[in-house]
């Protein structure tokens, strides 16, 4: 199993570009989570699904977008990027709301000047 | 609101223990949740807690004591691989993760 992997790993963005980063799980999880991670702060979560079709807000959705047309498959849509949009992003997956363990990608460092 | 505080950065001695303390403040308690983060890669699971008490996993133990919001991971014999960022998260009443900013753990030969 590759777990969640997610494409890419660096991207430098300009103000007003969009971007979709890319987010697949190959554990048959229901949910799935985008968290964005600034230095000296916690972990904030954006978008999460708890499956296919259904998506929800988190703490800081503002500027971001997310859809879920299949369980392996999660992508988080940047549309005009600004600079307090840089981070690096975070994608995790649970078999259960319930679940112990959110499995993470790898990240993807976005920057945006 | 809701808060998770914990130390900004930790230093200690290769072979030591050493333990790092977390607080919070949450809306509702569905659990207690420490991870590890190495510098530039994700957060992996290292233990979770729901009742009062200790849980033991090998050189790492979680304690949590619901009554007064408090949580510590203890490490035990430190090896130079246990340096990294150490991630306290309270899942909350609508079971969504909050997390702390992170302990800086440094280790020192």
């Known amino acids: 199993n590759a777990g969640v992997t997610q494409t890419p790993k660096f991207r430098i963005l300009k103000i007003g570009q969009s971007m979709t980063l890319q987010c697949t799980q190959d554990?048959?999880?229901?949910?799935m989570y985008w968290y964005r991670q600034d230095p000296g702060m916690g972990l904030k979560l954006i978008y999460y699904?708890?499956?296919?079709?259904?998506?929800d807000k988190g703490e800081v959705p503002n500027g971001y977008n997310v859809s879920r047309s299949t369980t392996e498959d999660f992508p988080l849509r940047l549309e005009l990027a600004a600079p307090s949009q840089t981070s690096v992003y975070f994608c995790?997956?649970?078999?259960?709301?319930?679940?112990?363990?959110?499995?993470f990608g790898p990240g993807t460092r976005l920057t945006v000047l | 609101g809701q808060n998770i505080d914990q130390p900004t950065e930790m230093t200690a001695t290769e072979g030591a223990i050493v333990q790092i303390n977390c607080t919070y403040q949450?809306?509702?308690?569905?659990?207690l949740f420490w991870y590890q983060q190495h510098a530039g890669e994700a957060p992996t699971f290292l233990s979770y807690?729901?009742l009062d008490g200790l849980e033991e996993k090998g050189r790492f133990s979680s304690f949590l004591s619901r009554s007064k919001g408090y949580s510590y991971l203890l490490l035990k014999e430190l090896q130079m691989k246990d340096s990294a960022s150490y991630l306290c998260?309270?899942?909350?009443?609508?079971?969504?993760?909050?997390w702390g900013a992170g302990t800086k753990l440094i280790i020192k030969p």
């Open positions: 995790a997956s649970s078999y259960s709301m319930e679940s112990h363990t959110q499995y």
């Open positions: 554990m048959n999880h229901n949910y």
């Open positions: 699904s708890v499956g296919a079709g259904i998506t």
């Open positions: 949450t809306s509702g308690f569905n659990g």
């Open positions: 807690n729901v």
């Open positions: 998260a309270v899942r909350d009443s609508n079971y969504q993760l909050i």
